[in-house]
């Protein structure tokens, strides 16, 4: 458990219970009259029972949100800040990744085990050809039938 939703937990908890403790708590009586007898409970503290339930429930939401998405305000900020982007990831089993990264305008592969990250070359931006440069016919007219044949 982070120590932000160990905060929010407890600040949560004590506001439910400033909020629900005075709906439970009996009033001091100056006489020491019998209590009344007890009736069940009305519209009325149902009513506030169910309010502070929802508010209790919005603020944890509120809580659950901002630990897992961050602060807007702040998110928002740290994208134009941005030097060093993930562009690509490709997963090769046992949590061992490729990764293409970008930082400003270069692109480097990296592998990633869970114990290391390895660069392992950097990484050339391509043009694509024109369209009609290459004559795909005489690009495979290029390739040996027989691989082995060195013709």
């Known amino acids: 458990m982070t ?3 160990r905060t929010s937990a407890l600040v949560a908890a004590v506001a439910f219970g400033l909020l629900i403790a005075p709906a ?3 009033e001091a009586s100056p ?5 009344p007898a007890l009736k069940a409970p009305g519209a009325d503290e149902f009513g506030r029972l169910l309010g ?21 305000l702040h998110r928002a900020r740290s994208k134009e800040d941005r030097k060093l982007n993930v562009l690509e990831m490709r997963p090769l089993g046992n949590r061992q990744f490729l990764i293409v ?3 400003e305008d270069n692109r480097m592969l990296l592998g990633v085990t869970p114990g290391r990250i390895d660069y392992l070359c950097s990484l050339e931006k391509q043009t694509a050809p ?3 440069a290459t004559d795909f016919s005489k690009l495979m007219d290029s ?4 691989p082995f044949s060195g013709k």
Do not use: C, D, E, M
């Open 3 to 5: 120590p932000f939703l």
């Open 24 to 26: 439970f708590a009996q």
């Open 31 to 35: 006489s020491p009259t019998p209590p």
């Open 52 to 72: 502070y339930i929802t508010l209790l429930a919005a603020v944890a939401g509120a809580a659950i949100y901002l630990v897992k998405f961050g602060i807007p």
């Open 101 to 103: 990264v970008g930082y």
């Open 130 to 132: 024109a369209a009609g």
């Open 143 to 146: 390739i040996p039938t027989n």
